[in-house]
């Protein structure tokens, strides 16, 4: 329906290559490229990629949240929680009581010595765990609430005093702090730090330094403490971070520097030196001051308030949450590998029959153990995406497993209008006649519902047939097909032409394209359903994109879909029909000074997915246009097309850009996307509402409440480019999408050679 820590990238100069049996042939392309720009090339190298492994907590029905979590040599993961210590041991997904059944109850601190002992408290002792030897510390008054390990001892903090264990009894600290401390870390030169309600101390000998002096704290509440690679400390707590630096300045985060939350709970460094911060919207990582990058929603954690975080010796980051553990694993990956791993999770679970690249649903949320097939509005187009992709694949490595299935796709958009029995309407999806669950059902609307809808939208199509059974009673089709579908089939089919298809193969092409826009031009240039009329979206009139004006928000668009239409029908047939309707809609019904005002279009009537149906019909109007005035249009169209979407990062918009103008465009945005995509294809919710370092906009879509920063691909929901970007909140978790949105630009820059 139309309207309703990124790694550092390793960059080397070289040229590009573009094939097109339009224009020119790929030698003389190299030499544009060459000429235009000696822009750069990325060389595929390892990276770090992230994954999510999920460890809830689960005590008879009760999912517990997790207060402390601490890593020990053997791999273990302890953890402190209200009901008591439990630990999970390697290889294992159990949680099992740490301490003695009849002990557990409340607990706060673990930690790791550095001889490797574990320290913990609970609500009456505390532990040390040795070689095994779990053994209870006496002379102290419990409940501890903060344990911090020394050269000289292990330090335990509590409401009813404070020691230093390094021998038997503990010994009391000489000096005073408050009972309120919700952090304590060495100073590794035989004195403490302390976090409090009432801001910091730092004890040594017998003297202590209190302050929670504005100039100092960003406010008094300090829960985390944690030392940088230089020396700097980081006190975290309500209001964001204080460092104070080596050099004695104090420098403070808040979410101007990328917090997403004023309630900061932990501070950990890492093994990489990155400092981890644990806040209340999930975990935002510094590199340095002011690099950062943000860990938040359910792909990633299992609940976003973070409470404590560990790190193991392969650099596993174990978090604590208020809904369980969150393992972060990190792997070393190149794209090709990336590529490797998608590409067979679209084998597995996103080709349906007869050969429809889609989204798959989920019964239960979250898990894809189990599957199953769900139909979509727009499976044409997003299986026209996928015969883009597999036509690349075939044109970068001359396999024949691509070119196969770039046949297999293109017979099944073929299909499509097969199905209908029609001159050449073409159905939106089919699914098994045998399927019960399908959206969008036949129905009917009452004369009371059809008023409500029309004066809704005076263009509104009251469809009560939307599904039909195919003549031999294998399908269902559904109609009411829209332009999206007619968009992302005609760069399907141009891409099939011009980068797989042998002599007869075009042919076949040449005659369904001829077949599709015959039927427009048959019915005064629109989509016409087998009910004799034009479906809601299918319309490309000059009658009513000029002279309607209900359809003036679609003019601009829509004149430039139907000249790209003319012009494949033109280029796979030769037909001269086709090109003189071209320039007859171009001379007498204005149709290029209509495409002209896409840049100008009033803000009320933009949509995202305009963005991708203009990046639709650049490849068709570029390569095969040879009128050398209109080419220059269409150049610079495309060059401020492209000016305007910089911001976006959009790699395929910047591939598709780099193909059909023989530029090299944004690839340090394109690659940054492609690593920073996570593996994970669940659509998990993503809600940006709750961050407070970006605001809440109007643009670039006026009609949409909108976040003031792009979301980089890790933290926004599962990616399909006919989707804002820039979007509040999106996802579904009963959904998993189809990994085309990643392999299609991964391809279109592997045949560029933009990316090798």
């Known amino acids: 329906m139309k309207r309703s820590m990124l790694t550092p990238l390793a960059f080397v100069v070289a040229f590009g290559s573009a094939m097109t049996s339009c224009q020119k042939p790929k030698g003389q392309v190299q030499k544009q490229l ?23 907590v689960v005590k008879g029905k009760e999912t517990l949240p997790v207060r402390a979590v601490c890593v020990a040599n053997d791999g273990a993961v302890w953890i402190s929680t209200a009901a008591g210590i439990f630990v999970k041991h390697p290889n294992s997904r159990e949680w099992k009581d740490g301490i003695p059944t009849t002990e557990q109850g409340p607990s706060f601190a673990i930690v790791k010595a550095a001889d490797g002992a574990l320290w913990m408290s609970n609500w009456n002792k505390v532990y040390r765990l040795s070689e095994g030897r779990l053994q209870a510390i006496e002379g102290m008054t419990s409940p501890v609430g903060s344990l911090a390990p020394a050269n000289e001892g ?45 801001g910091i101390y730092h004890g040594e000998g017998d003297s202590v330094m209190h302050t929670n002096d504005t100039t100092d704290l960003i406010s008094a509440y300090v829960r985390g403490i944690a030392t940088d690679s230089d020396g700097n400390i980081w006190f975290g707590g309500l209001g964001g971070v204080s460092i104070r630096t080596s050099s004695g300045k104090t420098i403070k985060m808040r979410p101007a520097n990328g917090l997403p939350s004023i309630q900061v709970n932990c501070v950990e460094q890492a093994p990489d030196g990155s400092m981890w911060i644990g806040t209340d919207v999930g975990v935002v990582r510094y590199t340095g001051f002011k690099k950062h990058s943000l860990l938040f929603s359910r792909r990633w954690l ?27 694993h990190r792997k070393r990956m190149t794209l090709a590998s990336k590529e490797t ?17 889609g989204q798959c649903k989920l019964p239960i949320a979250g898990d894809t153990t189990r599957w199953e097939g769900d139909d979509d509005d727009n499976d044409g187009e997003y299986t026209s995406n996928y015969l883009a992709m ?11 497993d691509a070119k196969a299935k770039a046949k297999k796709a293109f017979e099944f958009l073929k299909k499509l209008q097969e199905v ?14 045998s399927w019960t669950a399908i959206d969008d059902g036949n129905r009917t609307y009452t004369a009371r519902e059809l008023a409500d809808e029309l004066v809704k939208e005076p263009r509104f199509k009251p469809v009560e047939v939307r599904w039909r059974k195919s003549k031999d009673g294998k399908w269902l089709w559904k109609g009411d097909t829209s332009s999206d579908e007619i968009c992302g089939h005609m760069m399907g089919y141009f891409f099939y032409h011009e980068l797989v298809a042998d002599e007869n193969e075009k042919k076949v092409i040449a005659a369904h394209v001829k077949r599709i826009v015959d039927h427009l031009m048959r019915n005064n240039y629109t989509l016409t359903d087998t009910d004799g009329t034009h479906t809601r979206w299918g319309v490309w009139s000059p009658d009513r994109l000029n002279h309607d004006p209900e359809w003036e928000p679609d003019r601009s668009l829509n004149s430039m879909e139907l000249l790209a239409f003319l012009k494949l029908a033109y280029h796979v047939t030769h037909e001269d029909k086709y090109q003189n309707e071209y320039l007859r809609l171009i001379k007498e019904e204005h149709y290029l000074d209509n495409m002209s005002n896409v840049p100008r279009q009033n803000p009320g009537w933009f949509i995202y997915f305009d963005v991708i149906l203009a990046a639709y019909q650049y490849p068709i109007l570029l390569k095969c246009e040879k009128d050398p005035e209109l080419l220059k249009f269409y150049e610079k169209h495309a060059d401020d097309w492209i000016e305007r979407r910089k911001n976006d990062a959009n790699p395929l918009i910047n591939f598709i850009y780099s193909y059909s103008r023989g530029k090299k ?6 690659v940054d996307f492609l690593i920073d995509t996570p593996l994970d294809l669940i659509d998990w919710k993503i809600d940006h509402e709750k961050r407070e370092d970006i605001q809440l906009v109007r643009t670039p879509i006026l009609d949409e409440v ?4 792009l979301p980089p691909a890790s933290i926004r929901a599962t990616v399909r480019w006919d989707k804002n970007p820039w979007s509040l909140n999106n996802g579904n978790p009963n959904m998993e999408r189809e990994p085309v949105f990643w392999l299609l630009p991964y391809w279109m820059g592997r045949y560029l050679t933009m990316i090798e």
């Not at 560990?310 to 369980?324: E, H, L, M, P, V």
């Not at 209908?420 to 006649?433: L, N, W």
Request: hydrophobic content about 40%; overall charge negative; glycine content about 8%.
């Open 420 to 433: 209908t029995e029609t001159d050449g309407f073409f159905a939106r999806t089919i699914v098994p006649a």
């Open 34 to 56: 060459a000429a235009a720009s000696a822009d750069t090339v990325y060389r595929d190298t390892a990276f770090w990629q992230l994954t999510h492994d999920a460890h809830p």
């Open 341 to 357: 791993y998608f590409y067979d999770v679209l084998m597995r679970r996103h080709i349906r029959e007869p050969w429809i690249a």
């Open 154 to 198: 292990v330090y335990a903090l509590g409401p009813k005093g404070a020691w230093l264990i390094k021998g038997e009894p503990p010994t009391p600290l000489s000096y005073t702090v408050a009972r309120s401390v919700r952090a304590s870390m060495s100073d590794g030169k035989g004195g403490l730090w302390v976090g409090s309600d009432v």
């Open 665 to 670: 465009a944004e690839l340090s945005r394109s």
């Open 706 to 709: 909108q976040v003031s920063e």
């Open 390 to 400: 597999e036509s690349f694949r075939f044109a970068a490595t001359k396999d024949e």
């Open 302 to 328: 299992l609940n976003d308030r973070v409470t404590d975080i560990s790190f193991a010796k392969d650099g596993t980051a174990w978090i604590a949450t208020d809904g369980g553990v969150s393992a972060i």
